[in-house]
């Protein structure tokens, strides 16, 4: 990467590229950072964000009719979040969604940009909907408060997504507990910003902290992200991403029927957990990095699941996130393969094995089964 394609902020003290993003890395100490950006006293680059947007009066009610949220009456600077499924209910894309009267915005991960706004373009039919990948266009800063940043407000209303992630949306359910929940604390938001403003921002006082330290406190607060906690075979459950970006309430749209049967009848196959780990050995396992357990009924360990991110945070240490078969026990001690290296972990739990079932409907007594 050249110097004149670097981020205005690569001119702070301390800055440290990220080459896969082209923003901050770090300055010079991620653990700090982490306790500014939390207290909402700093400023993140976002790394990886692209920008899709939908024009046209058809496209509330359009977005609406595809994807999980409900969105035909989202007012003017109203912030949510939506998830585009597969037919089987699986995750394909996950948007922040926010109206400007006049514009859907649709702040995605860099990779989902091109083909979402492919897909949605090839869903227009005659409707009166314009799609465009508006990426390149607007830069995206990361806050925990307001910061009174330079937000782009092309239609007057100022492009701010604030994250729902801290409470159950309207028309959603958690399957983690309230009381414990991380989320409580996530005031994150997210401004759009043109590339003057970001210059603007860059040149002020304003501290800057770097993506280690997001990525750090998105973990510590059980956040989901397309792409590292999602997989092929990824329904909402899962996560609970029912929390924040489905309404079971709503209409027909892809994916639908396996949200309700999994919700009111089944259970999710997978769970979310948070693990903590055991710093002795310094080493973080990586994306993908096998989970084991010791299984009750073979005596050995079996591999359970894998861990989707990992960080150091600034006050619980090394922790990860990790995806493990809703089976396994929710005090079952946990191992981790950080290269060579096997971890010991503790999982908290966030979505448990009873998730889901939620219509209570009790099961019938098999054919020719003895009544006792």
């Not at 010079?28 to 950006?37: A, D, F, H, K, V």
């Not at 769970?271 to 357990?293: C, I, K, Y």
Request: aromatic share 4%; charged share 20%.
């Amino acid at each position: 990467m050249s110097t004149d394609d670097r981020t205005p902020f690569a001119a702070r003290p301390g800055f440290v590229l990220d080459e896969a993003t082209g923003v901050a890395s770090h300055y010079g100490n991620p653990l700090i950072e982490q306790r500014s950006l939390s207290a909402g006293s700093s400023v993140v680059q976002v790394p990886s964000r692209g920008i899709v947007t939908v024009t046209g009066p058809d496209r509330l009610s359009w977005l609406d009719s595809l994807t999980s949220q409900s969105l035909k009456r989202l007012a003017p600077g109203i912030s949510t979040e939506t998830l585009l499924l597969d037919p089987s209910g699986r995750v394909e894309h996950a948007a922040g969604v926010l109206d400007d009267g006049e514009t859907a915005w649709l702040l995605v991960e860099a990779a989902s940009a091109e083909p979402l706004a492919a897909w949605l373009d090839r869903m227009r039919f005659m409707l009166r909907v314009e799609v465009a990948d508006r990426s390149a266009d607007l830069a995206v800063l990361g806050s925990f408060a307001d910061l009174s940043l330079p937000a782009a407000d092309p239609a007057g209303v100022p492009l701010v997504w604030v994250d729902p992630w801290r409470e159950v949306a309207v028309g959603g359910v958690s399957y983690a507990d309230e009381a414990s929940h991380p989320g409580a604390d996530w005031t994150y938001r997210e401004t759009l910003v043109t590339a003057e403003g970001l210059a603007a921002v860059a040149a002020s006082e304003i501290p800057a902290g770097g993506a280690l330290a997001l990525e750090a406190l998105r973990i510590a607060a059980w956040r989901p992200r397309l792409g590292t906690e999602t997989d092929e075979r990824t329904i909402p459950h899962e996560l609970d991403w029912l929390r924040s970006a489905v309404h079971l309430d709503k209409g027909c749209y892809r994916g639908q029927e396996t949200v309700a049967k999994v919700h009111n009848l089944g259970h999710p196959p997978r769970r979310l957990v948070l693990l903590h780990l055991d710093g002795s050995d310094n080493v973080l396992p990586a994306h993908g990095a096998e989970v084991s357990a010791v299984s009750a009924k073979l005596g050995e360990t079996v591999v359970v699941g894998e861990v989707t991110s990992s960080a150091v945070h600034y006050e619980l240490g090394p922790i990860a996130l990790a995806v493990i078969k809703r089976s396994v026990p929710v005090d079952a001690p946990l191992t981790v393969l950080a290269d060579d290296t096997v971890v010991a972990a503790a999982q908290e739990v966030v979505v448990p094995p009873e998730a889901g079932a939620a219509a209570g409907v009790p099961r019938l007594p098999r054919l020719g089964g003895v009544r006792r």
